[in-house]
C-alpha cells in the first residue's frame, strides 16, 4: 500500500475498495487513468446502482399502481419499496411525504407552482440567498412575474458564507416562504438551515431546502430540521439521472394543488369533475421513472453500507488536504472559503481562464467543472466570469487531489511559457 | 501534450497576453456583442466600415485563451479588408477549425508559404482537434459577422 493510500484508510473509510465498486472509474481517459473531480455536477455510479436498474427492465418491470398481474406488483412493490427507502433516508415521518420527481430542479418548480398557486400572492416575498444555483432562482423569478411576487436575496461575506444577521433582517411581514441551499454549488457553504428553520417556524414561514450538494456528504434528517420541503437530485448521490425527491410535510403537502394533471394522480375523472389521488400520489401525474426510483434506492443501499458518517470524515480530510495544496499553488485563489465548507474546492488562476484550465486538465485525464456552475450571481459577488471547480465524491482520494495539482503545475508551465 | 501544445501555441498565448486592437473603438459604425455561455466568454467587436472596406476594427471583452487570441488575430487580419473578402476569410477560418474545409488541412494551410492568411489562421487549428473549444475560437468572428450585418442581436454561441 502506497503512503497515500495510507492515509485515505486512516481516515476510516477505505476510498479504494469503494473505487473498485464504480466500474467507470477504471477505464482510462485520454491514455491515463481517470482522475475524476466532478461529481457535485454528477457522481459515477456504483455496480450496485448499475445492476439494480439492470434488473429492473430485466427481471421485475411493468407500469406500476396499475396491473393485477405479478410483473406489476413486484414493479410497484420496488417503486414503493425505493419510496420507503428516501423516507428512511431523509428520517420522514412518512412515506407518503416523499414525492418522486426528475430531480432537484423539478421538485422545487412544483412548490414554486403549488406553493405560488396556495400561499403566495401579488407583493409577497420569498427569501432566497445570493449563492443559490440558477435552479433556485429562476422558478421564484418566474413566479414574481406570474403573480406579482418579490423575491429577496440575502447577502454572502467574502468566504461565501451566508450572512446570517442581514438574512434575519431580510424576514419581513410580507415573507412568505424561504427557499435556500444547504450546501451552495459553487462554493460549498454549509448553510444553517437548522437556524433558519426555526426562524421560519417562529414565525409560521415554510421553508424549502435544496439538498442537492448535502445529501451526498452529511446525514440529513428532515424531522430535527424541521424544514417543511427538502429536495434533492438522485444522479448526484451515485444513482440515476432523470430521479430525484420531494420531502413535503404531509399537513403542507395536503394544502397544496397538484402541479401536473394526468394519469395516476386522480381517484375518478369524469367530464365535470375530477377526484384527485392522496398524498404522494397527487403530486405524481403520468407513469413515473420506475427503473430510476430503483436504482435510486440502491444508491442509498450503498450509501448506508458504507456509512455517510464515515464519507464524511473521510471528504472532509480531502477538504482539508486539497486547500492545503491548493494554497501552494502560486496564483491560485480559492473562491469559497468559508468554514466547515464541503464537497467543492472553486478556484481561479492568476493569468488562466478557468476554461483553459479545464482543456488541460482534461488532457492529463483530470475531469472537473468550469464555468459559471449555473450560480452566475456567485460568479458575479466574487467578481469572476468563471471558476474551476474540483469536487469530491466518497471514491476520491488524496491521490486525486495530488493529480489535480501537477495537472494545475502544468497549467502554469504552458501559460508561462 | 503534444496536441495541447498545438493548441496552446506561443502565438497564441502573446495574443493572450497581449491582445491587439483592444478596448471600444471611438467614432465606430458598427458593433455587436458575443457570449459563449458554456464558459461565460463576453466579447465586443466595434467597425468603422467605409466604402465597403473595414477601416478599422477593435473588440473587448473577456474569456479564455483560445477566444481572445481568436478575436485579437482576427482583428489584426480584418483591418482594411472589403467586406466580401473579410466574409470569404470568415468562411474559410470556420472551414478550418471545425474541420471542414477538405484540402485546407492543417499542414496544407501552413506549407503553402505564399498564403500569407493560411499561415496566420493556421496557429488556431489545433482547436479542430477539441469540439468543444471550436465556439471559443469562433465567437468573435461570429460577433464580426453580426456586426457588419448589423443584426443587432447578441451573439451566442452554443
Known amino acids: 500500500m502506497s503512503g497515500a493510500a495510507a492515509i485515505d484508510r486512516a481516515a476510516g473509510f477505505d476510498a479504494e475498495r469503494a473505487r473498485a465498486d464504480f466500474p467507470i472509474l477504471h477505464r482510462p481517459v485520454r491514455g491515463k487513468p481517470l482522475t475524476f473531480l466532478d461529481s457535485a455536477a454528477s457522481a459515477q455510479k456504483p455496480q450496485a446502482v448499475i445492476d439494480?436498474?439492470?434488473?429492473?427492465?430485466?427481471?421485475?418491470?411493468?407500469?406500476?399502481?396499475?396491473?393485477?398481474?405479478?410483473?406489476?406488483?413486484?414493479?410497484?412493490?420496488?417503486?414503493?419499496?425505493?419510496?420507503?427507502?428516501?423516507?428512511?433516508?431523509?428520517?420522514?415521518?412518512?412515506?407518503?411525504?416523499?414525492?418522486?420527481?426528475?430531480?432537484?430542479?423539478?421538485?422545487?418548480?412544483?412548490?414554486?407552482?403549488?406553493?405560488?398557486?396556495?400561499?403566495?400572492?401579488?407583493?409577497?416575498?420569498?427569501?432566497?440567498?445570493?449563492?443559490?444555483?440558477?435552479?433556485?432562482?429562476?422558478?421564484?423569478?418566474?413566479?414574481?412575474?406570474?403573480?406579482?411576487?418579490?423575491?429577496?436575496?440575502?447577502?454572502i461575506d467574502e468566504d461565501g458564507a451566508l450572512i446570517m444577521e442581514d438574512f434575519r433582517r431580510l424576514i419581513g411581514p410580507r415573507t412568505k416562504l424561504i427557499a435556500v441551499t444547504h450546501v451552495a454549488n459553487a462554493l460549498g457553504s454549509v448553510v444553517p438551515v437548522a437556524e433558519i428553520c426555526r426562524l421560519g417556524r417562529d414565525r409560521g414561514i415554510p421553508v424549502l431546502i435544496d439538498g442537492c450538494q448535502a445529501v451526498p456528504h452529511m446525514a440529513v434528517d428532515v424531522q430535527a430540521l424541521g424544514c417543511d420541503f427538502y429536495v434533492f437530485s438522485g444522479h448526484k448521490l451515485y444513482g440515476p439521472t432523470g430521479i430525484g425527491a420531494l420531502y413535503g410535510r404531509a399537513d403542507m403537502l395536503e394544502r397544496l394543488p397538484p402541479y401536473q394533471g394526468g394519469g395516476d394522480m386522480i381517484l375518478s375523472v369524469s367530464f365535470e369533475e375530477t377526484v384527485y389521488a392522496g398524498l404522494p400520489h397527487k403530486f405524481e401525474a403520468g407513469t413515473p421513472n420506475i427503473a430510476g426510483a430503483v436504482g435510486l434506492g440502491a444508491a442509498i443501499d450503498y450509501l448506508g453500507g458504507l456509512g455517510l458518517d464515515a464519507i464524511a470524515a473521510h471528504e472532509s480530510d480531502l477538504m482539508a488536504y486539497g486547500m492545503a495544496r491548493l494554497a501552494a499553488v502560486p496564483g491560485l485563489r480559492p473562491i469559497g472559503t468559508a468554514p466547515g465548507k464541503t464537497g467543492v474546492l472553486s478556484f481561479v488562476m492568476e493569468g488562466v481562464h478557468p476554461h483553459d484550465i479545464g482543456t488541460i486538465l482534461d488532457g492529463e485525464g483530470i475531469a472537473i467543472r468550469v464555468g459559471h456552475h449555473c450560480a452566475q450571481p456567485v460568479m458575479a459577488r466574487f467578481g469572476v466570469p468563471a471558476t474551476a471547480r474540483a469536487s469530491l465524491g466518497l471514491y476520491n482520494r488524496r491521490a486525486d487531489i495530488d493529480a489535480l495539482i501537477d495537472g494545475l503545475v502544468k497549467v502554469r508551465e504552458m501559460f508561462d511559457r | 501534450m503534444t496536441d495541447l501544445r498545438e493548441l496552446y501555441q506561443e502565438v497564441i498565448l502573446d495574443h493572450n497576453r497581449n491582445p491587439r486592437n483592444f478596448g471600444p473603438l471611438d467614432d465606430h459604425n458598427r458593433a455587436a456583442a458575443g457570449h459563449n455561455p458554456l464558459c461565460g466568454d463576453q466579447i465586443s467587436v466595434y467597425l468603422i466600415v467605409e466604402d465597403g472596406r473595414v477601416a478599422d476594427v477593435h473588440f473587448d471583452g473577456n474569456g479564455c485563451a483560445i477566444s481572445m487570441a481568436s478575436a485579437s488575430l482576427m482583428t489584426e487580419m480584418l483591418k482594411g479588408r472589403t467586406e466580401a473578402e473579410a466574409r470569404a476569410l470568415f468562411d474559410r477560418f470556420h472551414a478550418m477549425v471545425t474541420g471542414e474545409g477538405e484540402g485546407e488541412s492543417e499542414a496544407g494551410l501552413a506549407e503553402d508559404t505564399d498564403d500569407e492568411d493560411a499561415m496566420r489562421l493556421a496557429v488556431l487549428s489545433g482547436v479542430r482537434e477539441f469540439p468543444v473549444r471550436v465556439k471559443c475560437a469562433t465567437l468573435a468572428w461570429h460577433t464580426f459577422a453580426a456586426a457588419l450585418d448589423k443584426t443587432g442581436q447578441t451573439v451566442v454561441t452554443e
Not at chain 1, 425505493?82 to 415521518?93: D, G, H, M
Open chain 1, 52 to 155: 439494480a436498474v439492470r434488473h429492473c427492465y430485466e427481471a421485475e418491470y411493468a407500469n406500476v399502481h396499475r396491473g393485477v398481474y405479478w410483473l406489476s406488483e413486484r414493479a410497484t412493490e420496488a417503486f414503493e419499496g425505493a419510496r420507503e427507502k428516501v423516507r428512511a433516508f431523509l428520517n420522514a415521518a412518512d412515506s407518503r411525504e416523499i414525492v418522486f420527481v426528475r430531480g432537484a430542479t423539478e421538485a422545487i418548480n412544483l412548490v414554486a407552482s403549488s406553493v405560488g398557486e396556495a400561499l403566495l400572492g401579488a407583493g409577497d416575498e420569498v427569501l432566497i440567498t445570493h449563492m443559490e444555483h440558477h435552479s433556485n432562482i429562476v422558478p421564484w423569478q418566474m413566479l414574481r412575474d406570474r403573480k406579482g411576487i418579490a423575491l429577496k436575496v440575502a447577502p
